[in-house]
């Protein structure tokens, strides 16, 4: 029988090893959208060309296939880490909550992608309905992601009364949030844009801002100035952290945060005057989704309402 100890640290090991997992089946998901391998199965879902065993298929229905068998792995893991979040917690324990909403949004990203495969909102299509769309499937990725860092974070560091959002010492961390919401969105239409209108040349690129021929253009111009600002709300929420809260573990974070922001103003020119290498937009896609959860992580730690939390890190 394991000791106490190993048994209490078991479940937030398996809390962060589905978080990291998730984040490597995200990362192949833009890999696939980059790619424009999405309708490598065809209209079909959930099944891949008509089969549920690919031999001999072509490079787009390999990236698909093995997205949709690594999200429904997601979805077994996640389901698995819910039902032991509500065994191993009492109710109203905020990491039963977190698990279930990571459940709830993980049933969501299946949903969406059901949605794009069925309906043809994959790929090099431009219509309406994937551009507006997209926002939506990005918001729940990111509250996927978020539910998941907070039941791993809340578990490990054993908070069980975290400050409402509500109240208002959490304004920060809400405007931090929204901000790299905007973000997101803004980003996947530059992204999607990137990939349906490619530019040969740097001259050829800024030709297309002066004679937008699709809607994507100009909403891919707000991009810019959305990361202009949601950089300064993350420095500022990274300033907020270092001065107002005793917490090690935020001091830190704030560090790191402001860091990835900061590191996203070099990374995402540098891809636009490189003409969108895919290594290089898959690198921003990661450290977008690295400063998310920091900001997440450095929220939590901001609002967890008691200082035990470092101890758990053996700060």
Known sequence: MSPPGDRERSFPRFAWGVLGYSLVVILWG?????????????????????????????????????HRISSGLVLLLVAAMAIWAF????RRHPVRRAAAAALLF???ESAFGAILVVFGLVASDVSIARIMIRPFHVTNTFLLM???????????????????????????????????FALAWTGSWTG?????????TLSQGMRQYLQPEHVLIYLRMFHPFVALAAVYLLLRLAAAARRGTPSVAAKRLSL????????QLVVGPLTILLLQPAALRLFHLLVADLLWLGVVFLGASMLEGHPAGDRALGS
């Open 192 to 200: 999607l844009a990137s990939t349906a209108f490619p530019a040969e």
């Open 146 to 180: 978020a539910s998941l860092g907070l039941t791993a974070w809340w578990a490990h560091r054993g908070v069980e009364h975290p400050t409402s959002l509500w109240e208002p010492r959490a304004r920060p961390v809400v405007f931090a949030a929204l901000a790299v």
């Open 87 to 90: 065994r191993r917690h009492p």
């Open 30 to 66: 833009y890999f696939l959208r980059i790619s424009e391998s999405g309708d490598g199965c065809g209209t079909d879902w959930p099944l891949c060309r008509g089969s549920a065993i690919l031999t001999g298929a072509p490079f787009p229905t390999w990236v698909e296939f093995v």
């Open 106 to 108: 993980t049933v969501g």
């Open 256 to 263: 790191a945060v402001g860091g990835l922001a900061l590191s």
